[in-house]
């Protein structure tokens, strides 16, 4: 999708906003069994796979640059 598009645009505000450290400070550190806790919730599996298509897009296009 294009940078400009309204869902792009969402997203970025969404981890700008996290960023910055909404809420007044950072959140606390978790750990291995923490995060296999929070993988319960549907919205952070939502969000990991959202991170892991980022991630796989991201390692395709530098391969891509590598052979070029």
Do not use: C, I, W, Y
């Not at 919730?41 to 395709?60: F, K, N, S």
């Amino acid at each position: 999708k294009q940078t400009t598009q309204p869902e792009m645009l969402q997203l970025a505000r969404s981890a700008a906003g996290v960023l910055q450290k909404k809420n007044g400070g950072a959140p606390p550190p978790v750990g291995l069994f923490g995060m296999v806790k929070a993988m319960r919730d549907p919205e952070v599996q939502a969000g990991m796979g959202v991170l892991v298509e980022l991630l796989r897009h991201v390692a395709h296009d530098d391969r891509e640059r590598e052979t070029k």
